[in-house]
């Protein structure tokens, strides 16, 4: 892959991992709710499903949502009802310790999560679109590609977590925490409702 290309896709990797999402919105509700040290299997949960994904298009299931919108459809459906869930979860939590009894998202869940979220859809076929041309070395471009997306987008990542991380120190108060739960509640129905425009 040329220089132009490869800071192309890094920049790219950039704005699509810095800026809100399902993912982003639900680490930082972990780290607001678990800390930074139980939320990492999580974070590192996510670029591995996005790597299973890119390479799941790249293979050619890009080619399958071309033929059958209803897959997407199908897909949009699931990502929002577990994104009106995480609301509806986060409206209800009055405090901090209901982390003692509440369980944070696993890695192979935030892995799996990335096949029902329509933003890790569309970045996987835009990437595959735009960055990995057919052809001889296809599987070496394909592996780049999954490896800049890990690069670029885990410490983006770990900034959300460690921004609800540390949203934790300042939330002493009921009251407070409860207008930060109920915030992070209505953008996760915000993003869910986002999937259908």
Known sequence: ?????????????????????????????SGLIFGLKRTWPH???????????????????GAVFALEPAIQVALKLVGTLYLLWLAHKLWRAAGMREADIARPITFLQAAAFQFVNPKAWLIAVTVIAAF????????????????????????????????????????????????????????AAVTAGLFWL
């Open 43 to 61: 974070l590192l949960g996510i670029p591995v499903g996005v790597a299973v994904q890119l390479i799941a298009v790249g293979a050619g299931l």
């Open 132 to 187: 990995v041309a057919p052809g001889e070395g296809y599987a070496v471009r394909l592996a780049l590609v999954c490896g800049v997306f890990a690069a670029v987008g885990t410490p983006c990542m770990a900034v959300w977590a460690a921004f609800g991380a540390g949203l934790r120190r300042f939330l002493e108060e009921p009251a407070k925490l409860l207008l930060v739960n109920r915030t992070m509640a209505a953008l």
């Open 1 to 29: 892959m040329e220089a132009s290309s490869l800071t192309a896709l890094a920049l790219y990797a950039f704005v699509m991992s810095i800026t809100p999402g399902p993912n982003n919105l639900m680490l930082a509700t």
